[in-house]
C-alpha cells in the first residue's frame, strides 16, 4: 500500500543552525504534501504546505522543497529557534487519503 | 469560538468498560476524522466522514464505532476497552470533499487511560 517515509526520527541542532526533515511517498497520484507541527502536548497544526505543481514555497524562516521524480520532498528550518523543538510530520495527499509519516522530533540545543 | 472541541480532555476507566469521545466543528467544514495517536507519537488514521456519510474505515477493532449525527459533529464510541487502547484520540475537520488536498484542523486531543 501506500506509504510515507520520515528520516531522521530524532534530529537535534544548536540553536541558530539549520534544520532538514525529508521524507518518501510512494503513490505517484499523490499531489498534496503538507508539513505539521506539533508541540508537547498540543494538537497538530499545519506549518506549510505545498503541492505537485511547485518545486519550493518559503515562509519565513521555513521552506519545502519537492522532487516530483524522485518523489521526495523536504522541510528545511533555518535559523532554529528554541520554539523550534516540536514533533514534524510530513504527510502526502491528493488521492482520497492522506498519508502520515512517522514525524521527526526536533531538539534545539541552547 | 474554539474550530474543532472535543470532551472530555482525559477520560480515565477500566478494562471492559464503554466510553464515548464527543468532536465538535464550527467551521463549516463537510470532512471529519478520527486518528489514534500512541505514545510512539504515530498518527493513525482510524475514521473519514464526508457529509455525514463514512468515506474511510482502516482496519481498527469493530469495538471502535464513529457516530455522525450531523455534518459538525463526529463521535467515537468505544465499546469493551482494552488496555491497547490508551492513547491520544484527535479529532480533525477539513473543508476538504474527499480528495485529502486541504488543511486539516486538529482539535485539543483526549487522552484515553484504560487501566
Known amino acids: 500500500g501506500e506509504n510515507v517515509e520520515q528520516h531522521p526520527s530524532t534530529l537535534s541542532v544548536q540553536e541558530g543552525d539549520s534544520a532538514v526533515i525529508k521524507c518518501t511517498y510512494s503513490?505517484?497520484?499523490?499531489?498534496?504534501f503538507p508539513w505539521y507541527k506539533q508541540e508537547l502536548g498540543k494538537r497538530p497544526q499545519l506549518i506549510i504546505d505545498i503541492r505537485s505543481n511547485v518545486g519550493e514555497k518559503k515562509d519565513q524562516r521555513i521552506a519545502v522543497t519537492l522532487n516530483k521524480t524522485a518523489k521526495h520532498f523536504s522541510l528545511h528550518i533555518t535559523e532554529t529557534q528554541p520554539e523550534d523543538s516540536a514533533v514534524y510530520f510530513c504527510?502526502?495527499?491528493?488521492?482520497?487519503?492522506?498519508?502520515w509519516g512517522a514525524g521527526t522530533k526536533l531538539i534545539i540545543k541552547p | 469560538d474554539t474550530a474543532v472541541s472535543q470532551t472530555p480532555k482525559y477520560l480515565v476507566t477500566q478494562m471492559g468498560n464503554d466510553k464515548s469521545i464527543k468532536c465538535e466543528q464550527n467551521?463549516?467544514?463537510?470532512?471529519m476524522y478520527w486518528y489514534k495517536q500512541d505514545s510512539k507519537k504515530f498518527l493513525k488514521i482510524m475514521f473519514s466522514?464526508?457529509?455525514?456519510?463514512?468515506?474511510i474505515n482502516e482496519t481498527v477493532p469493530n469495538r471502535f464505532s464513529p457516530k455522525s449525527p450531523d455534518k459538525a459533529h463526529l463521535n467515537l464510541h468505544i465499546n469493551s476497552l482494552e488496555l491497547g487502547d490508551s492513547a491520544v484520540y484527535f479529532c480533525a475537520s477539513s473543508t476538504d470533499s474527499g480528495s485529502a488536498s486541504y488543511e486539516q484542523y486538529f482539535g485539543p486531543g483526549t487522552r484515553l487511560t484504560v487501566t
Open positions: 467551521l463549516g467544514h463537510d470532512t
Open positions: 466522514y464526508n457529509n455525514k456519510e463514512l468515506i
Open positions: 503513490d505517484s497520484a499523490s499531489n498534496y
Open positions: 504527510a502526502a495527499g491528493g488521492n482520497y487519503q492522506l498519508i
